[in-house]
């Protein structure tokens, strides 16, 4: 690991700088990993008056209501029983408790709605959600910055919601954010999360360093602050050995890597695997937003030299094949014979790969 902490603060700075006109974030991770709080971050620093090298102040007129999710270009969508009359108060009570709770629980949702509102029915974000978002967004902002669009449990959006969302993050509007969070990345759609950044929430996160008022300097003395999935210098580099004997045939090169799969533990090569589909999910966005911020945060030449031979269905392919391999893996399968077989499915994919 070279210096992560620092790697995936500028990744998330990166996501937010200045001059970016939107982007399409994810904030995953596990049930009492605190991604909110982590996205409410990014959403002050998009949107602070007087930021501390790209540190949000706390303080000013923007921290202050973003603080509190009270803003009228923050665009909040949440899990809601299907009952039209209670979604403004429901929206209210929200922001009234996880501003208590940052790491509101689905369940802990579920029993405010219940005591509050009187109602146990299923909790959805249902498409008229994302028609109302559809309305907002061609409408020019109040007054921040960057509009951000907040979806809470993403993980609960129905089909038809799925699918809206997608049109709208295939043509992002200018000055328009998008911010998922979710417990489990692999219940949205496979379009959906290729379409978006990723950023995986760790559970143990220093509190103290997401405190909104903290000062920049405590920042730079936090570690870990953020963990993208799983950056190092040696994965990537197995991982363009990988590609590099796919593409060209070279058994050699695949004879080594597999030897080395042998010595890894299970979860080793799993780690590994899910490196790889993070990273062909990573080449699908570059070439769909030809985003600089890619080139900032991992091999750059690299990225842009694979991406240039490659069409995107192509791409598709690879990172379709290769997260199906890390569900069989998750399920036990042998990893070798996985490994061997999947590279020679890539021979016939790279094959195919027409520009
Ligand atoms: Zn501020």
């Given at each position: 690991?070279?210096?992560?902490?620092?790697?995936?603060?500028?990744?998330?700075?990166?996501?937010v700088?200045?001059?970016?006109?939107?982007?399409?974030?994810l904030?995953?991770?596990?049930?009492?990993?605190?991604?909110?709080?982590?996205?409410?971050?990014?959403?002050?620093?998009?949107?602070?008056?007087?930021?501390?090298?790209?540190?949000?102040?706390?303080?000013?007129?923007?921290?202050?209501?973003?603080?509190?999710?009270?803003?009228?270009?923050?665009?909040?969508?949440?899990?809601?029983?299907?009952?039209?009359?209670?979604?403004?108060?429901?929206?209210?009570?929200?922001?009234?408790?996880?501003?208590?709770?940052?790491?509101?629980?689905?369940?802990?949702?579920?029993?405010?709605?219940?005591?509050?509102?009187?109602?146990?029915?299923?909790?959805?974000?249902?498409?008229?959600?994302?028609?109302?978002?559809?309305?907002?967004?061609?409408?020019?902002?109040?007054?921040?910055?960057?509009?951000?669009?907040?979806?809470?449990?993403?993980?609960?959006?129905?089909?038809?919601?799925?699918?809206?969302?997608?049109?709208?993050?295939?043509?992002?509007?200018?000055?328009?954010y998008?911010?998922?969070?979710a417990?489990?990345?692999?219940?949205?759609?496979?379009?959906?999360?290729?379409?978006?950044?990723?950023?995986?929430?760790?559970?143990?996160?220093?509190?103290?360093?997401?405190?909104?008022?903290?000062?920049?300097?405590?920042?730079?003395?936090?570690?870990?602050?953020f963990?993208?999935?799983?950056?190092?210098?040696?994965?990537?580099?197995?991982?363009?050995?990988?590609?590099?004997?796919?593409?060209?045939?070279?058994?050699?090169?695949?004879?080594?890597?597999?030897?080395?799969?042998?010595?890894?533990?299970k979860?080793?090569?799993?780690?590994?695997?899910?490196?790889?589909?993070?990273?062909?999910?990573?080449?699908?966005?570059?070439?769909?937003?030809?985003?600089?911020?890619?080139?900032?945060?991992?091999?750059?030449?690299?990225?842009?030299?694979?991406?240039?031979?490659?069409?995107?269905?192509?791409?598709?392919?690879?990172?379709?094949?290769?997260?199906?391999?890390?569900y069989?893996?998750?399920?036990?399968?042998?990893?070798?014979?996985?490994?061997?077989?999947?590279?020679?499915?890539?021979?016939?994919?790279?094959?195919?790969?027409?520009?």
């Amino acid at each position: 690991m070279n210096n992560n902490s620092q790697i995936i603060k500028n990744y998330v700075r990166n996501i937010v700088k200045k001059n970016n006109k939107s982007g399409s974030v994810l904030f995953h991770g596990l049930s009492n990993a605190p991604k909110l709080s982590v996205a409410q971050r990014a959403i002050l620093m998009l949107n602070c008056y007087d930021l501390v090298e790209l540190d949000p102040c706390g303080k000013c007129n923007a921290c202050e209501r973003l603080k509190t999710f009270n803003h009228p270009d923050l665009h909040i969508v949440l899990p809601l029983p299907n009952e039209k009359k209670i979604e403004l108060e429901a929206i209210r009570l929200w922001k009234q408790n996880v501003v208590k709770n940052n790491n509101l629980s689905l369940t802990g949702w579920k029993k405010i709605i219940a005591s509050n509102l009187g109602t146990e029915k299923e909790l959805i974000i249902r498409s008229e959600a994302i028609t109302k978002i559809n309305s907002v967004i061609k409408l020019r902002n109040f007054e921040a910055k960057k509009r951000v669009i907040l979806i809470w449990h993403a993980e609960k959006l129905n089909s038809v919601a799925s699918n809206k969302l997608l049109k709208m993050l295939e043509e992002p509007p200018d000055e328009t954010y998008f911010f998922l969070v979710a417990n489990n990345k692999d219940e949205l759609l496979e379009t959906i999360k290729s379409r978006l950044e990723r950023i995986y929430v760790p559970e143990k996160l220093c509190s103290t360093t997401l405190t909104l008022a903290t000062k920049a300097k405590n920042m730079e003395n936090s570690k870990n602050v953020f963990m993208f999935d799983d950056i190092n210098d040696e994965s990537l580099n197995k991982f363009k050995k990988w590609m590099r004997a796919c593409h060209s045939k070279n058994i050699v090169d695949l004879f080594d890597l597999n030897l080395e799969i042998s010595k890894n533990t299970k979860n080793g090569h799993k780690n590994f695997m899910s490196f790889c589909s993070e990273m062909l999910s990573f080449c699908v966005r570059y070439i769909i937003y030809k985003k600089e911020t890619v080139e900032r945060v991992i091999d750059g030449g690299f990225v842009n030299k694979f991406c240039k031979h490659l069409s995107l269905e192509t791409l598709f392919k690879l990172l379709k094949k290769t997260e199906r391999a890390v569900y069989l893996l998750e399920r036990n399968a042998n990893a070798k014979i996985l490994f061997l077989s999947l590279s020679i499915e890539f021979f016939k994919i790279f094959d195919e790969n027409k520009l």
